[in-house]
């Protein structure tokens, strides 16, 4: 009778350290890094608040640089201006080590928000191409919603493929180290709506081509990272 008490205290001494020493952690995931681009209408300077801790602000057509955002957990992000906030409600949980572009969309009268977040890509060392890739943020304002082609230097197509609005191409294309314009046409048409030249292409680097509104409902503009 002695002998099974002692084998029943061990054992619930044993218990107790297995319950102690078991404790499973793990490593916190490598913040990921995010690119805003403003594609707004009507905010000139968007200010994205991010984990009520930061904020990146950025200028109307303009993307923002690379900014660290913890990972592996839910985030809280505000779309705003400087002085008000126009969106509270959004959360975003990204992956350790991503690199992602989030592209905010629409008219401060309405309803600001994100039409599009990409993962972002990073060559390999040494790559001899070029890369580049479209996203079509133009029509927030309800007019002027063209479906688009992509052409190069006025001779080819970026892609066989024609955007709708909030619609970026599925893979990044290869184009040789160089000095290029792109416009964007009505698809179908000869109609160009917006055009961006003398854009330098180095080798090895990835390229964001991407459309927004321009201050005259209707029409657009291109700009590029």
């Known amino acids: 009778m002695k002998l099974l008490v002692r084998l029943l205290l061990t054992s619930s001494c044993l218990a107790l350290v297995a319950c102690s020493d078991g404790v499973i952690s793990f490593p916190t995931p490598e913040p990921a890094q995010l690119r805003i681009v403003n594609t707004t209408y009507n905010v000139p300077q968007l200010r994205v608040t991010i984990d009520s801790s930061s904020y990146v602000d950025v200028a109307r057509g303009a993307a923002s640089d690379f900014t ?8 809280k992000f505000f779309f705003g201006s400087p002085s008000r906030n126009y969106r509270t409600d959004l959360r975003f949980t990204l992956g350790g080590s991503a690199r992602v572009l989030l592209f905010v969309w629409g008219d401060s009268s309405s309803v600001i ?40 230097n006025g001779q080819t197509k970026l892609t066989p493929d024609f955007f709708d609005p909030g619609k970026s191409s599925a893979q990044y294309s290869q184009l040789a180290p160089g000095t290029y314009s792109f416009e964007i046409r009505e698809s179908g048409t000869t109609t160009v709506l917006a055009t961006l030249t003398n854009v330098q292409l180095q080798a090895g680097t990835s390229y964001m081509l991407y459309s927004y509104d321009a201050p005259t409902a209707g029409e657009l503009l291109l700009g590029i990272f």
């Open 68 to 75: 660290s955002v913890p990972a592996g957990r839910q985030v």
């Open 113 to 152: 928000e994100y039409r599009r977040e990409i993962q972002d890509t990073v060559l390999p060392a040494g790559t001899a191409q070029a890369f580049v890739r479209f996203t079509h943020m133009g029509g927030s304002t309800g007019v002027g919603f063209y479906e688009v082609d992509v052409w190069v």
